[in-house]
């Protein structure tokens, strides 16, 4: 029954995914984030708080990773303790086997329709990643690139966060002069570091999350899904 426990292996990491992508989701969409809004046929409205919408597939989807964990680990107990020859106890692994099928199907294609009817609140979203704090590491990099070893820069960069908390302003409003105090490798330059766009652009490696490097990925795993290679 080799094939059926790898079969329900593969159905678990595919659910520990969608539970993931479920719970990003669900954070997303609340009054808190707002950087998402669900379709109202993919929410269901409070039985008590008329003005509540709840993510009730994302959050299906993450309880049902549960359940094809479970049948995962009751196919491998089930296994553990036979003989390698045929045994009536196998007749136990058809009701996980398909469970995991019809459970792993249904809740891919639900996502796939409610992320088809997700729209973004793009200004919400900005204004989140507008913290210049958020680019820190970016500063880091920048005296890298000036030839500081990294573990010195990643102490100045620290530094200069604690100043600009004492002094109560972000980083991008901090004069340069407070910069060059932490490290001397500091430029006027500097400062473009808290442009997002242009430090998007600067993440080139593979698999990172710049902007081309996005797109990259995208246009890679369009093809895949539709081509299959």
């Not at 049902?64 to 045929?86: A, C, D, I, Q």
């Not at 009701?95 to 919400?124: A, C, H, K, P, Y």
């Not at 808290?194 to 902007?211: E, H, K, Q």
Request: proline share 4%; with cysteine.
């Amino acid at each position: 029954r080799d094939f059926a426990v790898e079969f329900c292996s593969i159905g678990a990491m595919i659910a520990v995914h969608l539970s993931r992508l479920a719970e990003d989701i669900i954070l997303w969409a609340t009054a808190e984030f707002r950087f998402i809004s669900i379709s109202d046929a993919y929410t269901t409205g409070s039985s008590l708080m008329p003005q509540k919408r709840n993510p009730d597939i994302a959050e299906l989807t993450r309880g049902k990773t549960g359940r094809v964990f479970g049948n995962l680990v009751s196919l491998l107990t089930l296994l553990k303790g036979l003989p390698m020859t045929y045994n009536r106890d196998l007749q136990e692994d058809k009701e996980r086997l398909f469970d995991t099928s019809d459970t792993v199907m249904s809740t891919v294609q639900l996502m796939t329709g409610m992320l088809g009817q997700i729209s973004v609140n793009e200004d919400v979203c900005a204004a989140a990643a507008a913290d210049p704090a958020l680019l820190a590491t970016d500063l880091v990099d920048y005296l890298v690139r000036k030839g500081v070893p990294f573990r010195s820069a990643h102490h100045a960069i620290g530094r200069l966060v604690s100043v600009s908390e004492r002094l109560g302003k972000p980083l991008n409003q901090l004069p340069i002069e407070e910069f060059r105090l932490v490290d001397p490798h500091f430029e006027p330059d500097a400062l473009k570091i808290f442009d997002l766009r242009s430090a998007m652009a600067l993440r080139r490696i593979t698999g990172s999350p710049g902007t081309a490097e996005v797109k990259q990925q995208l246009a890679r795993w369009r093809r895949i899904l539709k081509t299959g290679r």
